[in-house]
């Protein structure tokens, strides 16, 4: 009678699978946080027609939020780099889902209303550094950028997730639907998180430190290495891409409603649909990437160039579905670059021991140039129109070219050369 033989799992086998658990946790928890994130975003058209809120009003709101949660990011990324993930980020969850639920019923008094969302947006602002940290330390470097496009895929997938609430509920049922969601998450990632430490996916914050200690002679940290890697560079990618991926997207189901006289249910489909589309970037953007040689300067050049030219020719097709078409693929394109700077770069700086604080560094600059721009463009729309503001994206993506254009190369070829 032959008898099995049970072969163990390889090194590389137990590495994948235990990247894609950790991924597959961090993408469920982070798609809470985006639905919440872009709930206000897709019942604006409700909320104004209503009487609820002015655009200026939730312009306001909007800006507070971005504010709120750049700080929040610069702050609770450091503090993740020395606490436990598990707390911080459990613990934003479960706060951020309370104060969406109190939202909806202090929104019509504004003052009480702005201090709710911005409580909600601190909250929010605790999970992204931690959760950045712990793929980056418990992954192997090789599967890291893929184990990350998990939860960078939940990002821009909270977008159409948000929209198809908006179309079924009032945006009183949005708001607490949505933070429902944050506690239940809120409570699966801190018992998954205790799962997997306790087999060994995730190290504890000790174990971390011996393996840091073991490394230290071959690894260098702090702000030099930092620089090392391009810090500088990334900080204006993420200054340029954070106001198309977060004020932008923020304001196109308005600019659908407004600039193309759609109707809000309208606008809160196409939005959902165009939401859905460019969620998939990550994908892309790490799919041209590898296409590239892993060379992360030569793709975002790439998505930047794309993105450019779609928004300049936008400026000049006023037929609605192509207009929406090329739309959408600068978007795609300026996300694509966003994504090379979370899925792949973040993720990268493990050696420096700065994961959290450069990525919360990284996500203030983006939500800082957010909440400016949301503030600017609320008031831009009646002074230059929304043309104007179509010319005012393309030369923003136009930076972004010049930025990406590989100096560093040129640099070390003249050098070389000499």
Request: glycine share 8%.
């Amino acid at each position: 009678m032959e008898t099995e033989v049970k072969t163990q799992p390889t090194e590389k086998a137990i590495k994948i699978h235990n990247a894609v658990l950790l991924g597959t946790l961090c993408a469920i928890a982070y798609l809470a946080v985006y639905v919440a994130r872009n709930i206000l975003s897709t019942v604006t058209p409700q909320m104004t027609a209503q009487g609820i809120m002015t655009a200026g009003q939730i312009g306001t709101l909007s800006s507070i939020y971005f504010i709120v949660y750049a700080f929040g990011q610069l702050i609770n990324g450091s503090i993740g780099d020395h606490l436990s993930p598990k707390y911080m980020i459990s613990l934003g969850l479960l706060l951020a889902g309370a104060g969406t639920v109190v939202f909806p019923l202090v929104a019509n008094t504004p003052g009480v209303a702005n201090i709710a969302y911005g409580f909600t947006a601190f909250c929010l602002s605790m999970i992204y550094g931690p959760m950045t940290k712990v793929v980056a330390e418990n992954v192997d470097p090789q599967y890291a950028p893929r184990c990350s496009l998990g939860y960078n895929f939940s990002s821009f997938f909270g977008s159409p997730l948000a929209g198809v609430l908006a179309m079924f509920l009032a945006w009183q049922g949005v708001f607490v639907s949505s933070g429902a969601l944050l506690v239940v998450m809120g409570i699966v990632f801190f018992a998954a998180f205790c799962l997997m430490q306790r087999h060994g996916i995730i190290q504890s914050a000790s174990a971390r430190k011996e393996v840091a200690e073991a490394d230290a002679p071959a690894s260098t940290g702090g702000v030099w290495a930092l620089l090392q890697h391009h810090i500088v560079k990334f900080s204006v990618v993420a200054l340029v891409t954070g106001v198309v991926r977060t004020t932008v997207v923020f304001w196109l189901p308005t600019y659908l409603a407004q600039h193309l006289h759609y109707s809000s249910e309208q606008a809160a489909l196409i939005f959902s649909i165009a939401t859905l589309i460019i969620s998939f970037n990550a994908f892309a953007a790490v799919f041209i990437y590898e296409r590239l040689g892993h060379n992360i300067h030569k793709a975002v050049l790439l998505f930047f160039v794309l993105s450019a030219v779609c928004f300049t020719a936008l400026y000049f097709v006023a037929a609605p579905i192509p207009h929406i078409v090329l739309l959408v693929l600068a978007i795609f394109a300026a996300d694509g670059a966003a994504s090379m700077l979370w899925s792949c770069y973040c993720p990268s700086l493990r050696e420096t021991g700065m994961v959290s604080t450069a990525t919360g560094f990284l996500d203030f600059l983006s939500y800082l140039a957010a909440s400016v721009s949301s503030t600017i463009f609320a008031g831009a729309v009646s002074s230059i129109g929304w043309g104007g503001l179509i010319l005012v994206w393309a030369a923003l993506m136009a930076v972004g070219v010049l930025v990406s254009l590989p100096f560093h190369e040129w640099k070390a070829g003249r050098r070389k050369n000499i």
